[in-house]
């Protein structure tokens, strides 16, 4: 089989040109394909799209539009173009060059890191996958199927650094991506916000908000590494990963905004029987997804970020904009510690704390949108604030594993917990009602009854354009 | 003070289930339940308080439940099996308190693989996450090993690459030497951080099975009830009950039932004895059932275990044990008969088996090891194994002036020639008599006779034999000598002299253990201000001293 690599594989790592890296992704490439087609959106196969195509990394060439069907998606492999003498920013090797091939030493922990990325770009197709049946406009399901192709191009984008790097392994490696699957008892996905279910619109929403801004801090610490051809890939997807939190972001603004129109139309919150999302079950869909997503940062105290962090391959959050020495050794950073009932602050090597630093960056940024959907509520006069739980609520890593605490942050006993859990997490009842109203709506420019149109549509096309063509 | 005598009702780490002919041995470490202060046990990770349980769950399970053939074991925690010996313990610890703690656990590990060979009792490991280091190598204990197949659950022996140390627990000897992992394969997958998952690590031997995760549970039940439906071990019978064990420690010396020690700080000695029974043991089964925890053989196999592994952990500057009993010949003999006897009884052989393990224990103790054998004492059978543990033994010639006890003698039993074999294999004797096996036979012959300091001596069962004229300068000097050695040298002599012959599974590991690891936690590299195992965790990195030794 010989395949025109540029056309078919879009790229500038010159795969053309390399043995090895073609034979590793001509074998990997069928399977992948199979993938999409067993477990990608269901029945898409055939539609047109009108998708935006990453062709290069230049000015014009990453947001290239038209129509075309998802299965023939050019999924390339782009690395940001690279920094002249670009030095390791931070640990022992700060102010080295960074490493244009695979430092030996770190194979293990790159390969790790690398893997626990890749898996969720797959992971989050595969929860999403039954969203195009139910979709509220033309409008979102391009949305969808653009971040579904997006993050499968994040997949080759890992696979990429796995065949070209780690030789055998890797490809070993590249081939489990794509045999773990989200919610498979046997072989789930690393993480566990990665095998919940995305049933439904409004939950797909909260996943781009939450779950896609997570890849967002991880990519961008990643976006550091002294590893450069893992920083420029990094580098490359976070301009991908912007749009899903746009998505995600104006998706619940909607929601907000629809919800709103209609408590003071009808001047209730007793919204649900006029077929919008009441503001409290979307609180508890905050308070789900966010608990879970502070879970993907890791222990508070972690050895494997320190050691990540002091061998150069895993930065903080825009690390060089931080004003400090980029080696940790002697800095402590505080993070919760439970004495007895309470929850008290510790000082803790800065190194150790790595995770918990960017924790607190993620949350940082997920208040903001929070404030602006608050903004919509105060514009139609309603009495309702949203916000985000304690980083005590519902965690099932680190230090608040095996207790309960509520939003609030107190803690609380199991039996509270029981009786009370209900008004803090969605129970069976609410995703019932958001299923039932999850109707699919599919004439150009109409929107479901529960969301608010977008302000505008997409590449300067109109609401009413036919984002999605069926046949 | 360290303290060995647990019950399953007092386990903080492990559960321990029996349904029908199958146990299940459940790991489900408490985090904050260290036995020191100063870490947390995350992710199954264990330190000596976890062991100890386990060792005592194992230990129950072979006196206690006769009838389970088979012993499932497996970890409570979610895609976490065992993440091995706690890292931040190990790096609090001192070099003695490590090397203590190592050698327990192997002994514990070993007690595992003679359940399986000797006892019927076959031990299933069920990998349901990760296993790493310590976790692997107590997979590696167990007769047949099971590892969920879910794409990123793996084993793996990540010590030397992560710590810059071996795994402590005979993982790098059961690779190549029970599993029989090929050697390259072996190298690649002792260096592999992320260890070997699913079908590589089938191919490779590293387990038996991978199987995935939602049938995990049913074939490890299947393949357990088919290794219990296997085993000899008797159905339908009553197992007896560990007792507590009855204890008193004072300042200068412990009081079991049947064995005391006392304590000579200014020497830096331990005096233990064993004493005979005062009345002969029970020859048939039924009434050995009956006594249980009292039958007198199982009592001093307890209380000497227990002894030995309290002077090992607490009493560490205490450089020489004195080796001695007090009683009738006659009443050792009886017991002896009585085992012997009775070999076919489930609980006779347990017995056996474990006073075997009792005394591989005092093999493998880094102590002095000087038998005085004097009026009075009774090195008969099972009790003369600590005349022929001993690294030397002094036996009194006659009487001392003025006693009224008539002359010591030693008396072999069929106790000594075959049921208590060291770790090298071979029974004491054997090992003694390297140079001429053929004369184990010749004081075979002699079994059921006394002999007395000449005839011993005669027949080579003990290193000198003073009269009382010299007895008390001779013995005074052994042990005034042996205080003044480096306690590190006398170590390696004693070990290096005590297992001569044939290397066994136990013998390299426990001598790779002492020699390579033992070596390795002295070194810079691991354990200097920039090594890796001080570092651990601290996030910095470790610096090495590239020279090869
Ligand atoms: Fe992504
Ligand atoms: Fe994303």
Known sequence: MSIDYNEKIPNNVDIAGDRKLRRALENWQPAYLKWWENLGPVESANYDVYLRTAISVDEGGWAHYGLLKMPEYRWGIFLAPPEPDRKIGFGIHKGEPVWTDLPGEYRAELRRLIVTQGDTEPASVEQQRRLGKICPSLYDLRNLYQVNVEEGRHLWAMVYLLHAYFGRDGREEADEMLLRHAGDPDKPRILQAFNEKTDDWLSFFMFTYFQDRDGKYQLAALAESGFDPLARSCRFMLTEEAHHMFVGETGIARIVQRTCEVMKEHDTDAVRPFGVIDLPTIQRFINFHYSICLDLFGQEKSTNAANYYSMGLKGRYQESKIDDDHVLSDSVYLVPEIQGDRVVGTEISALTAINERLRHDYAKDSDRGIQRFNKIIREHGVDFEFKLPNFAFNRGVGTFLGVEATPEGKLIGAEEWDRRRDEWLPPKADFDFVASLMQPVTEPGKMAGWIAPPKRGIHGQPLDFEYVRFH | ?549
Not at chain 2, 42 to 67: F, M, T, W
Not at chain 2, 486 to 509: H, N, V, Y
């Open chain 2, 1 to 549: 003070m360290i303290d060995f005598r647990t019950h399953p009702g007092k386990y903080k780490h492990w559960r321990l289930g029996i349904d029908g002919r199958v146990a299940t041995l459940t790991m489900d470490v408490q985090e904050d339940g260290g036995i020191d202060p100063g870490y947390e046990l995350k992710l199954n990770s264990y330190d000596l308080g976890v062991d100890i349980e386990l060792y005592d769950a194992v230990q129950r399970l072979r006196l206690e439940h006769p009838e389970v053939g088979a012993v499932i074991l497996t970890s409570a925690k979610d895609r976490v099996f065992c993440a091995g010996a706690n890292i931040r313990m190990l790096g609090l610890s001192s070099h003695g308190a490590k090397v203590n703690f190592c050698k327990f656990t192997n002994e514990t590990r070993n007690g595992i693989e003679d359940a399986t060979e000797h006892s019927d009792q076959k031990y299933i490991c069920v990998i349901n996450g990760t296993a790493a280091g310590g976790g692997y190598e107590l997979a590696l204990a167990a007769d047949y090993i099971m590892l969920v197949d879910d794409g990123s659950s793996s084993v793996s022996l990540p010590e030397l690459p992560l710590l810059a140390v071996l795994p402590g627990t005979g993982g790098l000897t059961r690779v190549v030497d029970k599993r029989l992992v090929r050697r390259d394969r072996a190298d690649f997958f002792c260096t592999l951080v992320e260890g070997i998952k699913g079908k590589r690590a089938v191919d490779w031997n590293l387990v038996d099975e991978v199987v995935p995760r939602s049938s995990l549970e049913k074939v490890a039940r299947e393949r357990a009830s088919e290794f219990a439906a296997q085993s000899k071990r008797p159905t339908g019978v009553k197992g007896i009950e560990l007792t507590p064990l009855r204890r008193d420690i004072g300042e200068d010396g412990i009081t079991y039932d049947n064995v005391t020690a006392s304590l000579d700080r200014t020497m830096r000695a331990a005096t233990i004895t064993v004493n005979a029974p005062k009345e002969a043991p029970p020859g048939d089964p039924g009434a050995i059932h009956a006594q249980g925890a009292a039958f007198w053989p199982l009592a001093v196999a307890r209380e000497l275990d227990d002894l030995i592994l309290h002077l090992r952990f607490n009493e560490p500057d205490l450089g020489t044990w004195i080796l001695s009993t007090s009683g009738a010949p006659d009443m050792v003999a009886a017991a002896d008969e009585s085992l012997l006897a009775n070999q076919d009884d489930w609980l006779v052989r347990e017995i056996t088996l474990y006073l075997k393990r009792t005394f591989k224990r005092i093999d493998v103790s880094s102590r002095s090891l000087v038998a005085l054998i004097q009026p009075g004492s009774c090195f008969t059978g099972t009790l003369l194994e600590l005349a022929l543990a001993a690294d030397r033994s002094y036996m009194l010639d006659g009487t001392f002036e003025g006693g009224n006890l008539p002359p010591a003698v030693v008396r072999p039993t069929g106790m000594n020639f075959g049921p208590l074999p060291m770790c090298n294999g071979l029974t004491r004797l054997h090992s003694r008599f390297l140079a001429d096996p053929s004369h184990v036979e010749t004081v075979k012959a002699e079994s059921g006779n006394d002999l007395d300091a000449k005839a011993a001596d005669a027949l080579g069962l003990v290193t000198f034999t003073p009269d009382d004229i010299d007895w008390e300068d001779e013995v005074r000097i052994v042990i005034e000598e042996r205080a003044s050695f480096s306690p590190d040298a006398l170590t390696g002599m004693e070990a290096s002299l005590r297992f001569a012959g044939p290397e066994t599974l136990e013998t390299k590991i426990f001598g790779r253990l002492t020699a390579w690891q033992n070596w390795i936690f002295q070194r810079p590299n691991a354990t200097g201000e920039e090594g890796a195992l001080k570092l651990y965790g601290t996030g910095n990195q470790a610096k090495f001293d590239t020279k090869r030794v």
